[in-house]
């Protein structure tokens, strides 16, 4: 009965903001952002988004990080100066919050900026707040991927390719996930594990090597689909270990002349660098 209560009554504390005068309707958004970035920044379970935070040495995380965090001092601008004009214009607050969680990430933070779970679910503000940048990362498999298949044959059940729909995803007994920045299909239910990296940068060794054994272990019970964003790097990247842990592969080499010979694109320059030998 207090639950109900309790819900009623921060409702109309909402709803209040509508009828007083020194209020707009813009101040409904921009406190729900103000709250959910409240909810990401103090999680109910997981990591907090900043716990452990040093600042990369990496050159490429480092360039990425200025590159989103222009992206997002570029909307604040917007918001800032188009307020001016219409208070519309503040819903470019949203974006630009949301790069500047992607350049915190990229400065150091790592992939728990995302709040994904190993299940492939994510937390509600996390999808919320960072909703901008995942139609960014969605139009932008849309433009890449729109003339490639979706997933190619590599071995014995195990594909690669981009991140699945979830009627593609049904299709496999497993899906093994590599993609920090997107969430599970709703609909989704094959078995689904994840092991969330950060887009563009090398896997991380230890949890590449991680993801090739819990594929080997899934393949064993059927097919299994191993995404990423594109099905380019990340994926590309724990499947060529798994060729080489397993020694269907004797050499990083060899794993990615396998995989381009798949008929997927590949960037595995650095990926596969410190492969398995």
């Known amino acids: 009965l207090l639950l109900p209560l309790w819900h009623g009554w921060s409702f109309l504390i909402g709803a209040s903001v509508l009828t007083t005068w020194q209020h707009h309707f813009i101040d409904i ?68 919050l949301a790069l500047a969680i992607v350049a915190f990430a990229y400065a150091g933070a790592g992939e728990k900026v995302f709040q994904k779970s190993a299940d492939g679910t994510m937390t509600l503000a996390s999808r919320v707040l960072l909703l901008p940048y995942r139609l960014g990362a969605r139009a932008n498999i849309w433009a890449w991927t729109r003339n490639l298949a979706p997933q190619v044959a590599i071995a014995e059940g195990v594909f690669l390719g981009r991140f699945p729909t979830a009627s593609e995803a049904n299709s496999f007994g497993t899906v093994i996930d590599l993609a920090a920045e997107l969430e599970k299909p709703a609909t989704t239910d094959c078995r689904w594990i994840s092991f969330p990296m950060i ?35 990340r994926s590309a990247g724990v499947v060529a270990e798994w060729l080489v842990a397993t020694g269907r592969a004797g050499t990083p080499a060899l794993a990615r002349e396998m995989l381009a010979a798949a008929g997927r694109p590949i960037h595995l320059a650095e990926a596969t660098g410190r492969a398995a030998s």
Request: proline share 7%; charged share 15%.
């Open 29 to 96: 958004p921009t406190g729900a952002l103000l709250g959910f970035f409240a909810l990401w920044l103090f999680p109910r379970s997981g990591a907090l988004p900043f716990a452990g935070f040093r600042l990369t040495n990496d050159a490429k995380a480092r360039r990425l990080a200025r590159f989103y965090a222009l992206g997002a001092v570029l909307a604040l601008a917007g918001a800032a100066l188009g307020a001016f004009l219409c208070a519309v214009a503040l819903f470019l607050l949203w974006p630009a």
């Open 199 to 233: 887009d563009l940068l090398p896997p991380p060794l230890a949890i590449r090597q991680q993801a090739a054994g819990a594929l080997e272990n899934a393949r064993r019970d059927g097919t299994v689909l191993v995404c990423c964003a594109l099905g380019f790097q």
